[in-house]
């Protein structure tokens, strides 16, 4: 069965950086888009950045320019690099999967969820 485990999470100062990484294991298709979602106390779910499998990259507008989403295909590892963190970028955050396929818009489609990884910037 499909797996995701995220880690990296932990707690950083303001302006300071943190890396997260996402293995995900028994994915059934030949090609993926990958994401990252977050979702702070009280708030909704919201994508971070996506990955294509054509390594095509997409991002929210709040964190433009700060992350930046990378895969390693032969690792099936997903990532993300956070720079120049902000108090409003703590949040649980999770990798997503889903298939291939259209889809609406940007952030729907993902079925397959990691367990989630603490970010907390003070």
């Known amino acids: 069965h499909v797996q995701l485990v995220e880690s990296g999470g932990g707690s950083v100062l303001v302006g300071g950086s943190l890396s997260l990484s996402c293995v995900v294991s028994?994915?059934?298709?030949?090609?993926?888009?990958l994401g990252w979602f977050r979702q702070a106390p009280g708030k909704e779910r919201e994508g971070v950045a996506a990955i294509d499998s054509d390594g095509s990259t997409s991002y929210a507008d709040s964190v433009k320019g700060r992350f930046a989403i990378s895969k390693d295909s032969a690792k099936n590892t997903l990532y993300l690099q956070m720079n120049s963190l902000k108090p409003e970028d703590t949040a649980m955050y999770y990798c997503?999967?889903?298939?291939?396929?259209?889809?609406?818009?940007?952030?729907?489609?993902?079925?397959?969820w990691g367990q989630g990884t603490q970010v907390t910037v003070s």
């Open positions: 997503a999967a889903r298939p291939p396929g259209t889809y609406p818009h940007l952030w729907s489609g993902y079925d397959h």
């Open positions: 028994g994915w059934p298709y030949t090609a993926a888009c």
